[in-house]
């Protein structure tokens, strides 16, 4: 490589699109969404379900 190894050099992951490099001791799944898309997701179903009841009265 042409640079030293302890060096992260941002171009590398922005031109390529790569992951960005994780701790060793870090055990979560790589494609993994974060709690807080889960707890969106599950805030937005009962409005989703009120506009869909309230859509059939239109």
């Known amino acids: 490589m042409s640079h ?3 060096r992260v050099e941002l ?3 922005v031109n390529r ?3 960005v ?3 060793c ?3 979560r799944r790589a494609g993994a ?3 807080w898309y889960w707890a969106l997701v ?3 179903m009962p409005t989703l379900g009120l506009l869909a009841m309230l859509s059939t009265f239109l």
């Open 11 to 13: 171009r590398r992951y």
């Open 25 to 27: 001791n870090d055990n």
């Open 42 to 44: 599950a805030g937005a």
């Open 33 to 35: 969404h974060p709690a």
């Open 21 to 23: 490099p994780r701790a």
């Open 17 to 19: 699109g790569g992951r």
């Open 4 to 6: 030293p190894r302890g």
